[in-house]
């Protein structure tokens, strides 16, 4: 397990430095946990080093750095980490995913569970890849 930590703590290094931003800052500013605590930079940064050491902030970070701050980014990996979380809520009507998902896009719960209801009530909605899925869910929030 050690070995594991240490590796992929080098990899956060690397990455941090080829793309010669700040480790602190690509904790704070993007991943799961900039998604979730988008208001609290602290909570950001432990969220994304308790989550997975990291790696998906760096990750969101290499891919699309000038997205990495903006909402559209943070809203593509809050569903993407936590799409059955979503569903499952969204089907409730409430939960703490779902109220981020609708803070992070700027549309209300009942907006997002009404235009995602057409979705899941369409005919081929069983024969989607979890993926997809949260594709569609994607572009609901996202327009």
Do not use: H
Request: aromatic fraction near 4%; include cysteine.
């Amino acid at each position: 397990m050690k070995k594991i930590i240490l590796a992929s703590a080098a990899c956060l290094l690397l990455a941090s430095q080829a793309q010669a931003r700040d480790l602190g800052n690509i904790l704070k500013e993007c991943g799961i946990g900039a998604a979730i605590f988008n208001d609290n930079r602290t909570a950001a940064a432990i969220s994304n080093l308790i989550w997975d050491l990291g790696t998906t902030a760096t990750s969101s970070d290499m891919s699309s750095p000038e997205e990495c701050k903006g909402s559209s980014a943070k809203v593509a990996i809050l569903i993407g980490s936590s799409y059955n979380k979503l569903e499952t809520e969204i089907a409730q009507g409430n939960g703490k995913y779902l109220k981020t998902l609708a803070t992070l896009s700027n549309k209300s719960t009942t907006e997002i569970r009404n235009k995602f209801a057409k979705v899941i009530a369409s005919k081929d909605f069983d024969k989607l890849s979890k993926e997809e899925k949260a594709q569609k869910l994607y572009d609901i929030a996202s327009k």
